[in-house]
């Protein structure tokens, strides 16, 4: 997690010491909320590993392992996360590590990708952030090793 000191945004005028403490309960609340199979997914997770968890839409409960270099998610049967709902473009969207940091681009599909509610091209995931492709809501659990 981004490390930020205390005072204001020189731009938006934003608390920053209220960003961090809201930024580090809600990881802290996403792990709170997990059962205690999926905690014990996330804790095992090896060093350059993440873990996927669907917390919201089709499939709820499903888990997805990021431990390869490039990982593809989409409609596709060949894809290496398969969702399969029509609000999920054939080629949606693929998962990069790069070290121990892991991205989403889009693969510019109908319907977007978010992270965090916002549409994005391309983001740097941090741990307990949301990915919504299509109705599925999913969330990032890094290794705890890589923190």
Do not use: W
């Amino acid at each position: 997690m981004n490390e930020f000191l205390a005072g204001q945004d020189a731009n938006s005028g934003e608390d920053i010491e209220a960003t961090r403490n809201f930024s580090e309960g809600l990881i802290e609340g996403d792990l709170e909320s997990l059962s205690d199979e999926e905690r014990a997914a996330v804790d095992a997770l090896p060093s350059g590993n993440a873990l996927l968890i669907v917390r919201r839409g089709p499939n709820q409960g499903s888990r997805f392992l990021l431990d390869s270099d490039v990982t593809t998610v989409g409609r596709h049967p060949n894809a290496d996360i398969f969702l399969d709902d029509v609000t999920v473009s054939r080629k949606h969207a693929e998962f990069k590590r790069v070290g121990k940091t892991f991205t989403i681009t889009d693969l510019a599909s109908l319907n977007g990708t978010q992270y965090e509610n916002a549409t994005v091209e391309t983001a740097v995931l941090e741990n307990g952030s949301e990915v919504q492709i299509g109705k599925y809501h999913l969330t990032f659990f890094a290794s705890k090793k890589d923190s």
